[in-house]
Nanobody
Framework: VQLQASGGGLVQAGGYLRLSCAAS????????TAWFRQAPGKEREFVAA????????YYADSVKGRFTISSDNAKNTMYLQMNSLKPEDTAVYYCAASSTTVMATTPRGYHYWGQGTQVTVSS
């Protein structure tokens, strides 16, 4: 299984970006998928998770109401729409997928990882 993340960039505070994560090698059925982020000098932190079917989603409090996780099953691609971006959202963003249906909020809950895409929000 390979995950390819894209869509990062530089944006001003208050702006928006949409990250994509294309999966190849398998379809995910009802498996859980997620986005994490890691800022310099900090641990990787949970951002959002969903069951690939889209039936359930879960967000970190810091992004709730601003970020939306979704998927296009036909394209085997997941997305993270990020609105009202803040400087503290600056990080490398990683997509991840599990072989289970559990929407874990820790990295150890995921078995497949994308390479990361940089998001920088200027003030």
């Amino acid at each position: 299984v390979q995950l390819q993340a894209s869509g990062g960039g530089l944006v001003q505070a208050g702006g928006y970006l949409r990250l994509s994560c294309a999966a190849s090698g398998r379809t995910f059925g009802r498996s859980a998928t997620a986005w994490f982020r890691q800022a310099p000098g900090k641990e990787r932190e949970f951002v959002a998770a969903m069951k690939w079917s889209g039936a359930s989603t879960y967000y970190a409090d810091s992004v709730k109401g601003r970020f939306t996780i979704s998927s296009d099953n036909a394209k085997n691609t997941m997305y993270l729409q990020m609105n009202s971006l803040k400087p503290e959202d600056t990080a490398v963003y990683y997509c991840a997928a599990s072989s289970t249906t559990v929407m874990a909020t820790t990295p150890r809950g995921y078995h497949y990882w994308g390479q990361g895409t940089q998001v920088t929000v200027s003030s």
